[in-house]
């Protein structure tokens, strides 16, 4: 498990790369990370100014715990099942206290068996039936980076 820290700084380095790979028009010099129950980030688009992200990322905890202990060689066994619905509903859930729009980026690091494609069919899914504070939701994958949903 990641500390504070060391996740502040994986969030940020993810957020960066999202922005480069989607070449979005967000200011990575003004990024900064932020503490509950604020959003993860706050950053300036070059348009519509000063916006919050909140950051998730889609993993199997069974394929990390399994990622985390495996040994070099030999065959393995294992069943995994596609998390995405239980982490958008546990994200969506949440409350988050900014003054500014908030988006979400979901993303992968390989820590999950499910295809991007439907990744980001459930995550459409997931936020068309549930309220929630976000006005942006994009899904960051493999180095493609899209927006699943707007308000």
Known sequence: MRNEQSKGS????IFSKFVIEGNFPYDLGTVEKCSPP??????THQVAGIVAFELVEICDPKLAEFNATIEVGG?????IAD????????KLSRTYETRYPIELLCYTEGRVGTPASIIAKTIFASIQSHAHPFHR??????GVASEVWSR
Do not use: A, N
């Open 10 to 13: 994986c969030e940020i380095e």
């Open 38 to 43: 604020e959003p993860d980030i706050i950053c």
């Open 75 to 79: 065959v393995y066994y294992m069943r």
């Open 83 to 90: 998390p995405t619905t239980k982490i958008i509903k546990k």
């Open 137 to 142: 939701v994009w899904f960051f994958s493999g």
